[in-house]
């Protein structure tokens, strides 16, 4: 039981992909301009990574070695597929937001990573704990991020006006330069509350 909760926690935080391992950083850049944008897409993500890490562990002992790649795109597509057309049907607005970003789902590195490094090597439990962990770790990544910057680039959260109208929205935090300095700032914060600085 204690590895089950040592490889959930592992993907919220010691390995959270967006603040810890900044990996798959395409959608947090792009789609944390409101924060319905990121839960939705946070949300495909732990439905792909978790359905592809069930499968690809309760395959992996008939996957070929020289042909695995191909076999965890097929897999990774059609879950993506799934998802999209899913989102598309459930939540189409948000869909037309998140533009192309959920179909490139199929080509996010974390995903790929977590079949060939986790769910390849490990039984289906633990491969489905893994994936939850950090899909949810991405998700928070992302909240977290785009409740920056729709805060003080639209004074809103979800949607909503939280701040006063005499409140000056700086445009540029749901702009690309404000998720490069919003994404800054988080990890520069984080490294700095872990220890984990240049100098170590």
Known sequence: MKKLWDTFFNGIINENPTLRLVIGMCAPL??????????????????VLTASNILISA?????????????????????TTVADLS????????????????????VNCIIFARAEAFASKNNVLLSTVDGLGMGLGFTLALIVL???RELLGNGSWWGIKLLPASFEPAIVMILPPGAFVTLGYLLGGLNLLTGKTGEN
């Open 146 to 148: 785009a409740t920056i």
């Open 59 to 79: 395959l992996r002992k008939i996957i070929p070695e020289q042909i695995r790649i191909p076999i965890f795109v097929v897999i990774i597509a059609t879950f």
């Open 87 to 106: 989102l598309k049907a459930i939540q189409p607005d948000i869909h037309a937001k998140l533009g192309v970003f959920v179909p490139l789902i199929v």
């Open 30 to 47: 792009a789609v944390t301009t409101a924060v319905a944008n990121g839960f939705w897409m946070g949300i495909a993500v732990i439905f």
